[in-house]
């Protein structure tokens, strides 16, 4: 038996470290290549910023990038010509807020933000999350470009009048930090499947599908056929597996392959691809198709990482 020496022993507890004091490196992790988003947010970090701050600051400069064609004002519109936007956003204590399907503005990543804290609902869609936005202080603005326009106009010349996924061109932003505290939050914006059918809202801005965080464990986001994500509650899975013992790493790849695997799915005509952080600050991302890429911020640099996939041939 140990002797139990207590004198030693209040020593040895008063010379633990208190957890609040220590510094984590801060991590960001996003969906596609956008570096100048991901640099946003790891500014805000480095300055001792929230994550919830961090995400959404990184979401919005792509949204006000009228070249990105799938998030924001620029963003290629529905099959009747109507840019309509989804976005949510998650922060460390496991609130939520989220706006779909929005027409005429632009920050829908910070309308988001604002369902979450500033009313007792967790989603507002259409109309009623426009009007919201407006009383917010929002600007109604035309999101529609000129570009965007043109390739609707093409679009409609050979249309086959369905949703199709690009397997190889997304900017969808799914987008996860850790901030000095160690704390995480995401958020995730977009304009969903370009020339879907009008209404039509896909996993992105829906809790569980298209992100995730659980601050005890970690978070995860996803980008790709918003529909199958959906079916399968990817970004929760991937959390969940993760509390199971998983690393990001494994966990993206059992999520994948839970989507691969149902009856009769047809993955080799869709992409879907998800980011996963852990409270370790390890990170995992795992696609079905190749041409999947994510950024990740961490110690001073943002590299472009080459995601591992499933159909390898
Ligand atoms: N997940 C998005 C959606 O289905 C699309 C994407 O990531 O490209 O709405």
Known sequence: ??????EQNKKQVSKAPIVEDV?????????WNTPIAVNEAAKVLESGGTALDAVEAGCRIEEANIDNQTVGIGALPDRDGNVTLDACIMDDKGNYGAVLCVENITHVVS???KVMEETPHAILVGKGAEEFAVSEGFKREKLLSEKS???WENWKGTSK?????????HDTIGMLAVDKKGSISGACT?????????GRVGD???????????????GAAATGLGEEVLKTVGSFLVVELMRQGKTPQEACKEAIKRIVSKPNSDYKNFQVAYIAVN???????????EWFSYNVYREGKTKNITSDYYLKT
């Open 1 to 6: 038996m140990i002797a139990c020496n207590s």
């Open 23 to 31: 510094i984590i490196k801060p991590i960001v992790i996003a969906t």
């Open 111 to 113: 309308v988001a933000r």
């Open 149 to 151: 326009k043109k390739a």
């Open 161 to 169: 009048y369905q949703p199709i996924i690009n397997i190889e061109n």
């Open 190 to 198: 977009t304009s969903g499947l370009a020339y879907k059918m009008r």
């Open 204 to 218: 992105s801005p829906v809790i569980g599908g298209g992100l995730f965080i659980d601050n005890e464990i970690g």
């Open 279 to 289: 409270k370790k600050g390890e990170i995992g991302g795992y696609s079905i198709h």
